[in-house]
């Protein structure tokens, strides 16, 4: 259980909707930046998700060219580490390599890990509970298994610390100790008042450093009712159950004005809200989980094209964690989509890091006197990779010449969209930098078969930092999970799988322990061991007849986490769905029960035909399968009793060809496959 806190300062508690919580941000912010200065006003945002965010809503009460001063809890503890200490900060990527090879060569004591320790995700899920225990400054005391892995923490630690080097987790707690050093806090306090919005998803850590650094600063907090999603894995209640603000005032309800947001109330309160008659709800259905992306795509053009919307406007948030995320990527990269990420770096998919990845290979097989591994010559001059390799001395100037010798930078530059273009060149400086620091560092040998591991497990893993750092979005369709989107706007949100096996799912929080040991650790890391009175009281809606308290938060946790996903969409939000599941025994899948309660509840939510054509690639799906249904129908006429009104087909094959003949090029294009199909249906090869 947290502790309660004190804090010297206002609180203002604002109902669940964004125009609410903005309105409120902005009010707040007025009167501070009025009373000291927009330049001594800071303000503090939950995630380093939603810095852009509140940058843009504050914006306009700047004066002149000046913008307002944003920042995160973890992105100005990192400003504080780095003014006043010498640590050298890990990334995450240079973390998990380095606690990998911490845990290498670990003896468990635990018979229990010691037999865990066989399995290949062992190390991978240890390493998870590692951070996870890290960030929120959890004491694992109790359970005989994780006051083990408390141990291993502090060792592993106490190595970074001897090399000087801290894990992204000890940021706040780092900082927290500079802050009450008199001299220290001189030179990286310069605001009078600190605005801290997103109050509600604050962890105890996060309380903890606000509490340091605002000692003898003015403090206002802002938090959204009903919204609190990452938070509220950790412990139950609302924030106000662990402060106590001198001066609270809550903000009455308005109207939700448009429906989309009226549909993230209902979510998130089990209020209905009158109709706003603005906006729009729909739900789109495909028959599996792939095709939901084709239908997802379809209709980004479709708006684009309708609207003239940039593909910026659109985003889609997913509920399965990092691997949704980069499967929605993926598909939507697939259909022609672009995409950007603050959840996932695009690593593990992008050509310039596999290309590298292979020169990478080349090279620690060739040190290791291995035969050197065959390499497509076309895409690999051989001679040039012995040339550089005999010219360069390091890893990093090694990488470089080829990127640049090879014409790979001249390739992303000029084969790429812009928009991937950024990014490849972004994870390209992410390679270089990794190399760089195993040159620069003890921890690791600097050698290619040391390097290419480390590569290839960040290749593998390819996730991303953004509880820790600023992002850098490139402009195409948002792709996230659903607490990374809170806070933002954008003209249509997509949520795909919204079935019941997703939510709510199953409770999951982690592999290392059975479901039914780990709500008996009374020091695991998150909320394991609930009562009713808790379920209760953080949550206002009731969605499962469960008797379970455990399975009954998860359940409004998953709801409210489905509420906070609608309630980024400013115009059109659609919840996607399938049919059955993409496997073998082509399973048949329920609709969400909190979509079915919805749509009993909101008469606004409609259901979208898959039968209109509204896209391009719709339309020759549609003109391709006609023809081959015109065919079968044809061909059934020889071996059944059943006749074929030619007339018509003959109409509709002639208004198919008058279209192509009004198309152009694809016009053409599509004439072509159309005779194919013709011609495969006759038994004609065609060679060409």
Same mark, same amino acid.
């Given at each position: ?6 804090? +010297? ?24 930046? +009025? ?61 998990? +390599? @380095? ?47 994780? #006051? ?21 987790? !000890? ?18 306090? &310069?605001?009078?008042?600190? *605005? ?19 000692? &003898?600063?003015?403090?206002? %907090? ?24 001198? &001066? ?28 706003? +008659? ?11 989980? /792939?095709? !939901? ?56 998919d992008d050509p310039a890091i596999r290309e590298l990845l292979e020169v990478t290979r080349y090279y620690a097989a060739e040190s290791e006197d291995e035969e050197t591994p065959s390499?497509?010559?076309? =895409?690999?001059?051989?001679? *040039? ?13 090694? *990488? ?11 390739? #992303? ?24 620091? #195993? ?20 290749? =593998? ?38 079935? /019941? !096996? ?9 592999? @290392? ?62 919840? %996607? ?29 409609? /259901? ?52 192509? &003949? ?27």
């Open positions: 259980m947290s502790t309660r806190r004190d804090l +010297e300062g206002k609180l203002i508690s604002v109902p669940f909707g964004q125009s609410q919580t903005e309105s409120a941000v902005r009010d707040a912010y007025r009167e501070l930046h +009025e009373e000291y200065g927009p330049e001594n006003v800071l303000v503090l945002t939950g995630s380093p998700t939603s810095m852009d965010t509140f940058e843009e809503v504050l914006g306009p009460e700047v004066p002149g060219a000046s913008v307002p001063r944003v920042s995160s809890l973890v992105v100005h503890a990192t400003d504080v580490v780095n003014a006043v200490t010498d640590e050298v900060i890990l990334s995450d990527t240079l973390r998990r +390599e @380095l606690v990998h090879r911490f845990l290498a060569d670990k003896e468990w004591e635990s018979e229990y890990f010691e037999k865990a320790a066989e399995l290949e995700s062992f190390a991978g899920d240890v390493a998870q509970l590692m951070e996870t225990a890290t960030w929120q400054d959890a004491t694992l005391d109790s359970t005989p298994e994780l #006051i083990e892995v408390e141990e291993v923490i502090g060792e592993f630690q106490a190595w970074l610390a001897d090399h000087g080097h801290i894990e992204r987790g !000890q940021l706040l707690s780092t900082a927290i100790e500079q802050l009450g050093k008199s001299e220290q806090r001189d030179v990286v306090v &310069d605001v009078d008042a600190i *605005l801290a919005v997103e109050f509600e998803e604050f962890f105890p850590l996060d309380r903890r450093y606000l509490a340091a650094l605002t000692t &003898d600063l003015e403090l206002v %907090c802002v938090r959204e009712r009903a919204s609190s999603v990452r938070r509220t894995g950790v412990e139950t209640g609302p924030v106000t159950d662990y402060v106590s603000l001198t &001066d609270s005032n809550s903000e009455t309800e308005q109207a939700p004005a448009s429906r989309p947001a009226a549909t993230a109330r209902y979510l998130a309160t089990g209020d209905v809200p009158d109709d706003p +008659e603005r906006g729009a709800v729909t739900v789109l259905s495909a028959d599996s989980g /792939d095709e !939901q992306f084709d239908r997802i795509a379809d209709e980004i053009e479709r708006l684009r094209e309708v609207h003239g919307w940039q593909y910026d406007s659109f985003a889609v948030a997913t509920g399965h964690g990092t691997d949704g995320v980069s499967d929605a990527i993926h598909a939507l990269t697939q259909a022609g989509i672009p995409t950007e990420s603050t959840t996932v770096t695009g690593f593990g390499v497509d010559e076309s =895409e690999f001059d051989t001679a *040039l990779l012995s040339k550089i390799r005999a010219e360069e001395d390091s890893l990093a100037d090694v *990488l470089r010449r080829w990127a640049t010798a090879s014409g790979l930078k001249d390739r #992303i530059a000029t084969q790429a969209s812009p928009l991937d273009a950024r990014s490849q060149f972004g994870n390209v400086r992410r390679v270089f930098s990794m190399a760089e620091f #195993i040159e620069d560092t003890e921890f690791v040998e600097a050698s290619w078969p040391v390097f290419v591991e480390m590569l290839e497990r960040a290749h =593998e893993h390819a996730d991303s930092e953004t509880r820790t750092s600023a992002t850098n979005l490139d402009g195409g369709v948002r792709v996230d999970r659903l607490e990374s989107l809170k806070n933002g706007s954008w003209r249509a949100v997509f949520v795909p799988d919204v079935v /019941d !096996q997703a939510f709510p799912g199953d409770p999951f929080l982690t592999r @290392l322990f059975p479901q039914d040991r780990v709500v008996e650790m009374p020091d695991f890391p998150g909320v394991t061991d609930v009562t009713g009175s808790e379920v209760a009281s953080t949550f206002q809606t009731q969605s499962t007849a469960s008797s379970d308290p455990l399975m009954q938060y998860h359940v409004e946790q998953s709801r409210r986490r489905l509420a906070v996903g609608a309630n980024a969409a400013s115009e059109r939000l659609y919840f %996607c769905l399938y049919d059955h599941e993409s496997s073998a025994l082509d399973e048949k899948v329920q609709p969400s029960r909190f979509l079915t309660d919805a749509y009993r509840q909101l008469p606004w939510i409609q /259901d979208e035909s898959d039968d209109e054509i509204r896209s391009e690639r719709r339309a020759e799906e549609f003109v391709l399968s006609r023809i081959d249904r015109a065919l079968a129908d044809v061909r059934r006429t020889q071996s059944r009793d059943m006749t074929v009104a030619l007339d018509d087909l003959a109409g509709d094959l002639g208004e198919i060809h008058r279209v192509l &003949d009004e198309s152009g090029e694809r016009g053409e294009a599509m004439r072509d496959a159309l005779q194919a199909r013709v011609d495969f249906a006759a038994g004609r090869v065609r060679r060409d």
